[in-house]
C-alpha cells in the first residue's frame, strides 16, 4: 500500500506541473516552440536523476531513496511557478526534472523488492495508480484556479502536501532488500557471479533498447493522437481530444489487469502479445478512412502498450536484486529518452510523408518489440510462474500427477512439523 502511495503521489506531483504549463507559460511570456525546449531541459534533469539514484538506491536502500526523492520533488514543485523568464524556468525545471527522476527510479526499485517479496506480478497495478495521481492533480488544479492561486501558490500547496505524504508513508516501506532466490542463484546454475554479472548488464541493456522502442511510441501518441484525428481525419477539435481520452483509458485499464495475466500467462506473454496488439491498433490507425477505425486504434494501441513497460522494468530489477536501483535506472532512463523522441521523430516524419502513413514506423517498432520479447524468457522473472503451480503448466500426464501429489505431501509435512514445533513451544 505504501508503494501504491508513491506512485499516486508521484503522478500527482507530476501532474500538477503539467495542468499548470499553460498558465507558466502565459506568465512566463514564451513561445510553443520554447516551450517545446524547455520541455527537453525537464527530461534531461530527469535522465541524470535516474543515473544518480540508481547506484545510490542499491548502496543506501530504498526505504532511504524513496522517500528523500519524494519530499525532493515536493520541495521543487513550486519552483517552474516562480520563473519570471526562460533562463530562470529552465533551471527550475533542470532541478524538478532530476528530482522526478529520482524518484521515479528509486519507486520502481522498491516495487520490484515488494513483487518479488509478494510472490506474483503487480508492477503493472503500481504504474496503473500513476494514472490516478494525474486525475487528483487534474482536479486539484481546476480548484486552485477557481479559487483564484497563481500558478506558484497552487504548486506550492501541492508540494508541501506532497512532502507530507513523502514522510509519513516512509515508515511502511520495506526496511531491506529481500534475499536473492531463484533459479538464477550461483548454487542452482552453477555460474560464478562475475559471469552472471556480465550477462545480467547485457540482457539489461536489450531491456533498455526495448523500453526505448516502447515509450517511444507511447509519447507519440501522447502528442499526436488527438492531432491525428482533427487534420487526417476532419474531426472537431472536441471530438478529436477523445482520440487521447481513449488510448490513456485504455492504457489505465491493461495495467489495471495485467498482473492478472501475467501471474497466469508470464511477463514474456504479456510483452509479445501487447507488443503485437499495439501493432495492429496502429495499423489500423494508420490507414483506417474512418472515425471508427481511429478509435478503435488507439484503443488497442492503448491496451496492448499498458502491460510492456512494467513487465521490462519488473525483468531489469529481478535480473539481480542487489543492482535493482541501477538496473532500473538504465532501463527507465533510456525508456524515458524514447518517450522524449517520440513526438520529435513523428514531427520529423511529417515533413516527408502524411501523419497517418508516419504511424507506421510505431507498427514497425512494435512488431520488433513483439520479436524481440523472448529476452524475458531467461532470469529471475521466470519466478513469477516457478513453483508446482507453474510446473503443473508445463507438464501433463502421470508425470504432472505426481509431481503435484509430491509437492502437496511435502508441503503438508512442513505444516505439521512446524504446528508440532509450536506446540511443543
Known sequence: ?????????????????????????????????????LLVVLGLGAFVGMQVAGPLTDRLGTRTVVPAGGVLCGATLFLPGLAHDPWTLAAALLVFGFCNGCLDVSMNAHAVHVEKAYGRPVMSGFHATFSVGGVLAALAGASAASAGLNPAAGMAVMGAAGV???????????????????????????????????????????????????????????????????????????????????????????????????????????????????????????????????????????????????????????????????????????????????????????????????FVLLTLLCATTAVGAGVLRTGPDRTHRSGPAADDTRRTGPAADLTSRTGAAVDHTRQTETETAACRH
Open 1 to 37: 500500500m505504501a508503494t501504491y502511495v508513491y506512485f499516486v503521489l508521484y503522478g500527482t506531483l507530476l501532474g500538477t506541473w503539467v495542468v499548470h504549463i499553460p498558465a507558466i507559460e502565459e506568465h512566463v511570456g514564451i513561445s510553443h516552440a520554447a516551450l517545446g525546449g
Open 164 to 358: 507530507v505524504v513523502a514522510l509519513a508513508t516512509a515508515r511502511a516501506l520495506l526496511p531491506a532488500t529481500p534475499a536473492v532466490e531463484g533459479p538464477d542463484s550461483t548454487e542452482e546454475t552453477g555460474t560464478s557471479p562475475a559471469v552472471e554479472g556480465r550477462g545480467t548488464t547485457g540482457r539489461v541493456w536489450l531491456l533498455a533498447v526495448l523500453a526505448l522502442m516502447v515509450m517511444l511510441c507511447e509519447g507519440a501518441a501522447n502528442d499526436w493522437s488527438a492531432l491525428h484525428l482533427k487534420d487526417v481525419l476532419g474531426a472537431s477539435a472536441g471530438t478529436a481530444a477523445f482520440a487521447y481520452g481513449t488510448f490513456a483509458a485504455a492504457m489505465t485499464i491493461g495495467r489495471l489487469l495485467a498482473d492478472r495475466f501475467a501471474t497466469r500467462f508470464g511477463s514474456l506473454a504479456i510483452l509479445r502479445h501487447g507488443a503485437a496488439m499495439a501493432a495492429v491498433g496502429i495499423t489500423l490507425v494508420a490507414f483506417g478512412p474512418w472515425m471508427w477505425a481511429a478509435f478503435t486504434g488507439w484503443a488497442l494501441f492503448g491496451l496492448g502498450l499498458s502491460g510492456c513497460v512494467p513487465q521490462l522494468f519488473s525483468a531489469a530489477g529481478h535480473a539481480d536484486p542487489s543492482a535493482a536501483g541501477a538496473n532500473v535506472s538504465r532501463v527507465a532512463g533510456l525508456g524515458y529518452v524514447g518517450m522524449l523522441a517520440g513526438p520529435a521523430v513523428i514531427g520529423w516524419l511529417t515533413h516527408l510523408v502524411a501523419l497517418n502513413h508516419a
